[in-house]
């Protein structure tokens, strides 16, 4: 009727209905002021967006992403960049199926040597506080450390080598966090210099002479500092490693090798969970052997430990 073509014939336009989800908006058409997309539809490209909208916020599909959906899809700011820092120097990104089985095997290696050394560490740390009380076992748990030890840093030089040298498995693994590189030199150092003075000051006994001694306590302090950040940034790789070892030592037993599996199995793992118990055996040997070498210790360590007998590099404050 006659109000029907009045509306008609009206400039005023009516607000679009909005779209329904899932929908996608026509090329070359426009948005109505004050709408807004629907959630889970998108605009066909090249269509103008209208003003008030606003389109959520994508990422590219990256290793990151993990991280930034548990952040939230927010523009990465410093606490995400920070996560997304820690998670890779912590080996969170890694793709160990992606690495050459020798590189695989050799980090597996390490992990479960470095694991092994963790505990006797602690075990060691625990006797400083009290050390004339407990220095039997602050010297039996010293030599015990220095076999497991040996293996650590052979397979760590290995790669180390290998790496450098331009081998091509160990390139495509890449070299470690930037961190970590800067901090393995300062502590394989220190480690050395630790151990070597703490078997030195054993063989030779007290003395007046102060050097060792304070060879050993700074070498310790720097040694302390560095382990604590190397701890915390290998503990999770290495639980991985040590585990995925584990696991394939029972695939790789003879009545199980040729059942068939879809996860893929690295072989020699074994031999390598062996080489870590010899060497913890060696360690005990060792361990017990010290205590038949008579040093200038052994009548403080295989005694009662006296008031008056510290010794005289040692501070008069200990009992």
């Keep these: 009727g006659p109000a029907a073509g009045r509306l008609a014939s009206s400039s005023v336009a009516l607000p679009a209905p909005p779209q329904a989800p899932g929908t996608r908006q026509a090329p070359g058409t426009r948005e109505a002021p004050g709408t807004r ?12 967006q209208a003003p008030g909208t606003r389109q959520p916020t994508r990422f590219p599909r990256t290793r990151s992403d993990a991280v930034r959906t548990a952040v939230g899809e927010e523009p990465p700011g410093g606490a995400s960049l920070l996560v997304e820092e820690a998670a890779k120097i912590i080996g969170a990104f890694e793709r160990r199926e ?7 095997a050799n980090a597996r290696l390490t992990g479960t040597t470095g694991l092994v050394l963790a505990v006797l560490f602690v ?6 506080p009290f050390i004339f009380r407990f ?3 602050h010297i039996a748990l010293g030599l015990l450390i220095i076999p497991p030890l040996a293996v650590k840093l052979a397979s760590t030089s290995w790669k180390f080598s290998r790496y450098y040298l331009g081998d091509p498995r160990y390139r495509r ?3 470690p966090h930037p961190l970590l590189r800067a901090l393995g030199p300062v502590l394989l150092v220190s480690t050395v210099v630790l151990m070597g003075s703490g078997v030195a000051l054993w063989l030779n006994g007290p003395t007046n002479d102060l050097l060792l001694l304070h060879v050993h306590q700074a070498s310790f302090v720097i040694w302390f500092a560095c382990v604590a950040v190397h701890f915390v940034s290998h503990f999770y790789r290495a639980v991985r490693l040590a ?11 003879p009545a199980v090798r040729g059942a068939r599996s879809d996860r893929p199995v690295l072989r020699g793992a074994r031999l390598r969970r062996r080489t870590v118990a010899f060497a913890f055996v060696a360690g005990v040997a060792l361990a017990a052997y010290g205590h038949t070498v008579a040093t200038g210790w052994s009548h ?11 010794p005289a590099s040692a501070p008069s404050t200990h009992p």
């Design 37 to 48: 997309e629907a959630p889970g539809t998108r605009q066909a490209p090249g269509t103008p």
């Design 98 to 104: 992606e690495r050459d089985p020798g590189v695989e």
């Design 123 to 128: 075990l060691e740390g625990l006797t400083v």
């Design 135 to 137: 220095l039997s076992w």
């Design 173 to 175: 693994a890449g070299p």
């Design 243 to 253: 585990a995925g070892d584990s696991r394939d030592a029972q695939s790789d037993r």
């Design 300 to 310: 403080l360590v295989f005694g009662p430990v006296p008031a008056h007998a510290a």
